[in-house]
């Protein structure tokens, strides 16, 4: 297990271990936030010093990925622990979409609630907008927010007229207005997830807080408009840091620090044709919509005072999928049986040897590609195009510039300890690790699938469809 101290108070392997109450658990989950847009990470272009604070006293993990580069489709694999395509979802569902998560999966929400938790979800959903797949009938007692992305409305910058319906705004099952103020989400997201802390603080609680933003288009309260001096895009991450920082002071003023778990996370890296209104990868290559480092490897950090070692991140790979597990040991049950993710408890505890759970994880895309894969310090791409800004002139002002969709990668193999950028393929050097890499893809192909070798899958399961 590759480890970092950046506090000298705590040894790693000097926490407790886990309570054996069962914890709290928050989910803080961002949408189009880049690797580099929080302080731990290095960015500049942003100020976040309450996330800073919750990764000293946490633990940061360097190479956390999302299973797809796209928010539908991420968003089932954090709270199933499958692969999208393995329950059938893909790319972003939109307000004419069919279908939705199954019923028959089971989320985290089902998973706390079998647990006696009190469950809710403020922010964005996008699993379904039918009423059969809303959060209500997927283990949230509450849903308040918005069923899609919040470009999806009227007034999206390319979209034809007509395209989208009126932006609808949910109290669980009820559409209480339509366009709702968007200026207002990440204040009122944010207040609703620390009433219903307060409400439950005597109970288990889990509460997933899927903010609309930073996806564009951008907005943010009059408190927060031109805070930073950074431009907007910074002002929107500064009121999500502040955000969590008044969570984080809820948990520590309400005595449950000890028994609540926090964790802070993105659904894939930045949409990088908006420039100035989009995040940034750092060294990271591409962005979201691909399954380069920029893609599909987000910001991660985890808090539980005396469970968590603080000041400490890892490099060991991790992923959404693993997260249920996690939390099902936590609460000591038992998983799913039928999911791809498994528990990294150990190594969020900081247990002596911890290493990442999983052989390799792989990166599908579109609706059943499989383009690249990590295993260890390697990762492989398969034959795919993908879009890039390289050669073209980012956009500004919301409006976004123009792809280039011409682009491909062949078989290329990255060491990402040595070239992190993934730039100069290393294939024809490794041919062990190529042939190893290579027969866990056919493995995880005669599972899953994969569109572009023309095989089919085997244990793949349908989406839920609406009438």
Same mark, same amino acid.
């Given at each position: 297990m590759k480890y970092i101290l950046l506090l000298f108070s705590l040894s790693i392997y000097g926490c407790q271990t886990h309570k054996s109450q069962q914890p709290n658990i928050i989910i803080v989950f961002i949408d189009d936030m880049g690797w580099a847009d929080v302080g731990f990470n290095g960015g500049t272009h942003v100020t976040t010093p309450r996330l800073d604070q919750m990764a000293k006293e946490g633990m940061v993990l360097r190479d956390f990925y999302v299973a797809q580069p796209v928010c539908s489709a991420s968003r089932s694999a954090l709270l199933t622990g499958c692969y999208p395509n393995r329950i059938g979802i893909s790319g972003a569902l939109n307000p004419h979409a069919k279908q939705g998560i199954h019923e028959d999966e089971v989320t985290i929400a089902e998973l706390c609630k079998e647990q006696g938790y009190a469950t809710a979800i403020f922010g964005k959903w996008h699993l379904g907008h039918q009423q059969q797949f809303l959060p209500t009938r997927n283990g949230f007692d509450t849903f308040v927010g918005i069923p899609y992305s919040n470009d999806m409305w009227p007034m999206h910058p390319e979209a034809k007229k007509g395209t989208y319906p009126p932006l609808p705004?949910?109290?669980?099952? !009820? &559409?209480?207005? /339509?366009? $709702? #103020?968007? @200026?207002?989400? /990440? =204040? #009122?997201?944010? +207040? *609703?997830? &620390?009433?219903? &802390?307060? !409400?439950? =603080? #005597?109970e288990p609680f889990f509460v997933y807080l899927p903010h609309p933003m930073v996806h564009v288009p951008l907005y943010v309260s009059k408190e927060f408009d031109g805070a930073t001096g950074k431009g907007i895009y910074a002002d929107v991450v500064a009121e999500i840091d502040d955000g969590v920082g008044r969570i984080l002071d809820t948990v520590n003023a309400l005595g449950i620090a000890e028994n609540t778990l926090i964790i802070f996370t993105s659904d894939n890296g930045p949409w990088l044709s908006y420039g100035d209104h989009a995040g940034q990868t750092g060294i990271y290559r591409e962005g979201k919509g691909t399954t380069f480092e920029g893609g599909v490897r987000v910001p991660f950090v985890a808090w539980w005072p005396g469970t968590i070692p603080a000041g400490v991140e890892s490099t060991e790979p991790a992923m959404t999928i693993d997260l249920l597990p996690t939390f099902a040991e936590?609460? !000591? /049950?038992? $998983?799913?049986? +039928? &999911? #791809?993710? =498994?528990?990294? @408890? @150990? *190594?969020l505890e900081g247990k002596e040897g911890a290493t990442s759970p999983q052989e390799a994880y792989y990166f599908y895309y579109r609706k059943n590609d499989l383009e690249a894969m990590r295993y260890g310090k390697w990762k492989l791409h398969f034959l795919h195009g993908y879009r890039s800004m390289v050669e073209n002139p980012v956009g500004s002002g919301g409006i976004p510039g123009k792809y280039d969709y011409s682009v491909k990668t062949g078989l290329e193999l990255y060491n990402l300890e040595l070239d992190p950028s993934e730039t100069t393929d290393v294939a024809s050097q490794h041919p062990a690790v190529m042939q190893k890499m290579q027969n866990l893809a056919t493995r995880m192909r005669n599972d899953l699938g994969d569109d572009l070798s023309n095989v089919p899958p085997k244990n793949n399961r349908p989406s839920g469809m609406s009438e």
């Amino acid at each position: 297990m590759k480890y970092i101290l950046l506090l000298f108070s705590l040894s790693i392997y000097g926490c407790q271990t886990h309570k054996s109450q069962q914890p709290n658990i928050i989910i803080v989950f961002i949408d189009d936030m880049g690797w580099a847009d929080v302080g731990f990470n290095g960015g500049t272009h942003v100020t976040t010093p309450r996330l800073d604070q919750m990764a000293k006293e946490g633990m940061v993990l360097r190479d956390f990925y999302v299973a797809q580069p796209v928010c539908s489709a991420s968003r089932s694999a954090l709270l199933t622990g499958c692969y999208p395509n393995r329950i059938g979802i893909s790319g972003a569902l939109n307000p004419h979409a069919k279908q939705g998560i199954h019923e028959d999966e089971v989320t985290i929400a089902e998973l706390c609630k079998e647990q006696g938790y009190a469950t809710a979800i403020f922010g964005k959903w996008h699993l379904g907008h039918q009423q059969q797949f809303l959060p209500t009938r997927n283990g949230f007692d509450t849903f308040v927010g918005i069923p899609y992305s919040n470009d999806m409305w009227p007034m999206h910058p390319e979209a034809k007229k007509g395209t989208y319906p009126p932006l609808p705004y949910y109290v669980d099952e !009820e &559409i209480v207005r /339509t366009q $709702p #103020d968007q @200026a207002q989400f /990440t =204040k #009122d997201f944010t +207040n *609703l997830t &620390i009433d219903f &802390i307060k !409400e439950h =603080k #005597d109970e288990p609680f889990f509460v997933y807080l899927p903010h609309p933003m930073v996806h564009v288009p951008l907005y943010v309260s009059k408190e927060f408009d031109g805070a930073t001096g950074k431009g907007i895009y910074a002002d929107v991450v500064a009121e999500i840091d502040d955000g969590v920082g008044r969570i984080l002071d809820t948990v520590n003023a309400l005595g449950i620090a000890e028994n609540t778990l926090i964790i802070f996370t993105s659904d894939n890296g930045p949409w990088l044709s908006y420039g100035d209104h989009a995040g940034q990868t750092g060294i990271y290559r591409e962005g979201k919509g691909t399954t380069f480092e920029g893609g599909v490897r987000v910001p991660f950090v985890a808090w539980w005072p005396g469970t968590i070692p603080a000041g400490v991140e890892s490099t060991e790979p991790a992923m959404t999928i693993d997260l249920l597990p996690t939390f099902a040991e936590w609460m !000591e /049950t038992s $998983p799913p049986s +039928n &999911i #791809d993710g =498994k528990s990294i @408890a @150990a *190594l969020l505890e900081g247990k002596e040897g911890a290493t990442s759970p999983q052989e390799a994880y792989y990166f599908y895309y579109r609706k059943n590609d499989l383009e690249a894969m990590r295993y260890g310090k390697w990762k492989l791409h398969f034959l795919h195009g993908y879009r890039s800004m390289v050669e073209n002139p980012v956009g500004s002002g919301g409006i976004p510039g123009k792809y280039d969709y011409s682009v491909k990668t062949g078989l290329e193999l990255y060491n990402l300890e040595l070239d992190p950028s993934e730039t100069t393929d290393v294939a024809s050097q490794h041919p062990a690790v190529m042939q190893k890499m290579q027969n866990l893809a056919t493995r995880m192909r005669n599972d899953l699938g994969d569109d572009l070798s023309n095989v089919p899958p085997k244990n793949n399961r349908p989406s839920g469809m609406s009438e």
